[in-house]
């Protein structure tokens, strides 16, 4: 069964600090990896899609990586800023549709 | 861009009653949907796949008979959650793929707060 870990769970930064979040999963069989933004009591928003062909994608400050044969993906996010503030969630897809998510990080950013 | 609109946003119901949840694709037409359920600081869990025209494929542990899941079109899945208790309170997201097959994005709705007294 796939299990999908992020470290850490929570994450309080200075603004302008560069940061890295970490996500694990246990079964490299995967489709693709994305990471997520959600905001309180609101639905997702994608970020960044990685196939599992690719090892990187990148959007504005952030970078996603995938290393698939260790179960790693790490999302970098350059010169934080207070209104990158909220849970990020690391999801793998699977064959047959399904999505499993990590717990989440729980980023703030001080200004 | 493509948009997945969920109604209502919040909802409290007394225990015992049943409760409609929509879930509508607004621009693009989606034969899967997906619904997620997620637990005060906990993370969304996959209840049930969702295809237009047969029936939804469950998780494991989820009852098909508590959470009625209806696909009639190809912008609109509705979860029904019957008899519902204190214990079902949660957020619920759903999420439709635009395209075939697993190549499709992904959107999702911006979730369902379900509270049960």
């Known amino acids: 069964k796939q299990e999908v870990t992020q470290i850490p769970a929570a994450l309080s930064v200075p603004e302008g600090e560069n940061l890295v979040l970490n996500c694990s999963f246990t079964?490299?069989?995967?489709?693709?990896l994305q990471w997520f933004r959600q905001d309180p009591g609101k639905g997702l928003t994608s970020l960044l899609l990685?196939?599992?062909?690719?090892r990187e994608q990148t959007s504005g400050r952030l970078n996603a990586s995938l290393d698939k044969s260790s179960g790693r993906s790490t999302l970098y996010i350059a010169a934080s800023q207070p209104g990158d503030s909220a849970t990020y969630l690391c999801?793998?897809?699977?064959?047959?549709?399904?999505?499993?998510f990590g717990a989440g990080t729980i980023l703030r950013v001080k200004s | 861009g493509a948009v997945v609109s969920q109604h209502p946003s919040r909802v409290i119901c007394k225990s015992g009653t049943s409760v409609k949840i929509e879930c509508r694709s607004l621009?693009?037409?989606?034969?899967?949907m997906f619904w997620y359920r997620q637990f005060p600081k906990q993370s969304l869990m996959l209840m049930a796949t969702?295809?237009?025209?047969?029936?939804?494929?469950?998780e494991q542990g989820v009852e098909k008979d508590k959470f009625l899941i209806n696909h009639a079109s190809l912008t609109l899945s509705t979860l029904t959650v019957t008899s519902a208790h204190p214990e079902d309170s949660s957020f619920y997201i759903c999420?439709?793929?635009?395209?075939?097959?697993?190549?499709?994005?992904?959107?999702f709705g911006e979730g369902s707060r379900l509270t049960v007294l």
């Open positions: 999420s439709a793929r635009r395209g075939q097959g697993n190549t499709g994005e992904l959107f």
């Open positions: 079964d490299s069989a995967i489709y693709n």
């Open positions: 990685i196939q599992s062909s690719q």
């Open positions: 999801a793998v897809e699977e064959y047959g549709n399904k999505l499993v």
């Open positions: 621009d693009f037409q989606a034969t899967t």
């Open positions: 969702s295809n237009e025209g047969s029936k939804a494929t469950y």
